[in-house]
């Protein structure tokens, strides 16, 4: 299946590369009025969001931690940076947030078994999952990627496989998708 292409299995849909992509951070930000160029923002904004289930004390405190290892900010300034940033940081959370599925088809997404894995022998370390997945669903650790938040991947999508240079990401088949969602219908009471 091409990037882009949809096919139609059954009553599942199976879409590559719709939805999946993000668009990076830009790198520099307005402080005081003045455009600022910011060393690591993508990175800053990327750390923040693996908290964003954590209270905004929290996720501010990672964004500080992060923003200052990357930038030098005099403190007398730094209330100003940090404004900039967590306005810039709130406007990626508010659409992660968005993106997340709570159902599918009138199934909660919790029953449904659609997430990838990753194979730690054939994971080289490229992250190229990690920067693909606007849905947070990999983190990097240990020099090999995980998957941390497996109910954040879009049910039917798999955009992620075709990018990882080692296929060390699987996910259930089309059939095994299809033979779940059918019984959870059924258990669910979910009308075609």
Not at 104 to 128: L, Q
Request: hydrophobic share 30%.
């Amino acid at each position: 299946m091409s990037e882009g292409s949809e096919t139609t299995r059954g009553d599942v849909d199976l879409i590559e590369g719709s939805g999946c992509y993000r668009r990076p951070p830009s790198t520099s930000l307005k402080v005081g009025g003045q455009e600022v160029g910011i060393s690591g923002l993508p990175d800053v904004i990327e750390k923040g969001l693996q908290h964003i289930d954590d209270s905004d004390d929290k996720q501010r405190e990672v964004l500080l931690a992060e923003f200052k290892a990357r930038n030098y900010v005099p403190d007398s300034v730094q209330g100003e940076y940090m404004r900039a940033v967590w306005a810039e940081y709130k406007k990626f959370r508010q659409h992660r947030r968005e993106e997340r599925e709570e159902s599918y088809m009138g199934i909660p997404r919790e029953e449904i078994p659609w997430f990838p894995k990753v194979d730690p022998g054939k994971c080289s370390g490229c992250t190229s999952c990690v920067e693909f997945c606007a849905q947070g669903v990999f983190f990097f650790a240990e020099g090999k990627s995980h998957v941390v938040r497996p109910l954040n991947c879009i049910v039917s999508r798999s955009s992620c496989r075709s990018f990882c240079p080692e296929q060390a990401i699987s996910f259930p088949s089309a059939a095994e998708l299809r033979e779940n969602l059918k019984k959870l219908k059924e258990k669910y009471s979910v009308r075609e």
